[in-house]
């Protein structure tokens, strides 16, 4: 069994807590937490299991990573504190651990990590011996894995484009929603997420790793940004109100260029309503879904769905993401010291799986 910590419980890090317990390789040695009121809690109480797992939360993170943790699934946040995050990844791998994250977009695509960042983790790595995976929520395998085993199946390609359309009403994180992506806000309103080159900062990485696996070079990233206003005020159940007159749809394309023409696109459609720009793509039911679509000969179109929380599609889709990491640790805990990407790193099923009672 590998030591596993968790380190933070909130939409990733609940779904952390559960996946590692399912693990049928992987232990929880610990679960970090920042907010107080829950240091002493137990983990299968933050982690919505329905029973105790015997490991309490503690906000005590030099005595964690004193302690030797073989992984380390870091889900706290790196969206609004990317600097501080990449310093706790430094941390963990310096006290020896291979870290699993979504939240250090520079690594999605390892060969494009900025240099400064990159040094730093090998520095780490160097002294301390651990590993850096790094692979998105929204979710990672959406934009990299799939499209990559979809397009092995197909013959002439014409464009590659990995969806994510969802109504944000349903994600719990209120204070993302209504101000990184605006939602709520003003039309004049400038989010920090839309802005220019952010969205390529964000989900770059994962078209020059789409790019590099297809051997497709790149002419450049492009950007494309489209926002609709409310028609209606929309009370929702978990966010209360959004008022006629703000943003209530979003839909924008990080792109890459090969020979002058878009080739290559991650394409995010949020909404706060349905009936907010209904002609944009929608999901085929429900609150939210995950597509993939090779245009080409044959054309191909895979769309998932996940549930999770009650039926949450939002906490699906991070349950998705997050096994996908906590899947990888046994394989990168074998593997030499080093950061990887979804390029290097299989999708292992995890043999023993069933019978497993702790979720």
């Known amino acids: 069994m590998i030591p596993t910590v968790v380190w933070g419980t909130g939409n990733v890090g609940r779904a952390a807590i559960r996946a590692v317990a399912a693990h049928p390789a992987l232990s929880l040695a610990a679960v970090l937490v920042h907010d107080p009121a829950k240091v002493g809690r137990d983990a299968g109480e933050l982690a919505g299991v329905g029973m105790e797992l015997g490991v309490l939360a503690t906000d005590d993170v030099e005595a964690v990573l004193r302690a030797g943790p073989v992984a380390v699934v870091y889900a706290a946040s790196g969206d609004i504190r990317p600097e501080a995050a990449l310093d706790d990844v430094i941390a963990a791998i310096r006290?020896?651990?291979?870290?699993?994250?979504?939240?250090?977009?520079?690594?999605?695509?390892r060969h494009g990590a900025p240099?400064?960042?990159?040094?730093?983790?090998?520095?780490?790595i160097a002294a301390g011996g651990g590993s850096l995976f790094v692979s998105g929520v929204d979710p990672g395998w959406g934009n990299d894995v799939l499209p990559l085993l979809l397009s092995g199946l197909g013959g002439a390609i014409e464009v590659i484009r990995c969806q994510e359309i969802f109504d944000y009403t349903t994600y719990d994180q209120p204070d993302s929603v209504r101000y990184l992506v605006g939602m709520g806000q003003p039309m004049d309103y400038e989010p920090p997420m839309l802005a220019a080159g952010v969205p390529t900062m964000v989900w770059g990485g994962q078209i020059r790793l789409l790019a590099r696996a297809l051997g497709a070079p790149l002419d450049e990233i492009r950007e494309t940004l489209e926002r609709r206003a409310l028609e209606r005020t929309v009370v929702t159940e978990r966010m209360g109100e959004f008022a006629s007159g703000t943003q209530g749809a979003v839909r924008f394309e990080v792109q890459g260029i090969v020979?002058?023409?878009p080739r290559l696109v991650i394409e995010h459609v949020t909404r706060i309503d349905p009936g907010c720009a209904p002609d944009w793509p929608v999901p085929p039911d429900g609150d939210g879904a995950h597509r993939v679509i090779i245009e080409g000969r044959p054309r191909i179109e895979v769309t998932v769905t996940a549930e999770d929380e009650g039926g949450s599609r939002s906490a699906g889709g991070n349950a998705t993401a997050v096994g996908r990491l906590v899947g990888a640790i046994a394989w990168l805990v074998e593997a030499e010291p080093g950061v990887y990407d979804a390029l290097d790193v299989?999708?292992?099923?995890p043999v023993g799986i069933f019978g497993r009672s702790r979720t």
Do not use: H, M, N
């Open 259 to 261: 020979d002058g023409v």
């Open 346 to 349: 299989p999708v292992p099923p």
């Open 95 to 109: 006290a020896g651990a291979v870290v699993v994250t979504p939240a250090l977009y520079a690594f999605y695509d």
């Open 115 to 124: 240099d400064a960042e990159r040094e730093r983790v090998l520095t780490a």
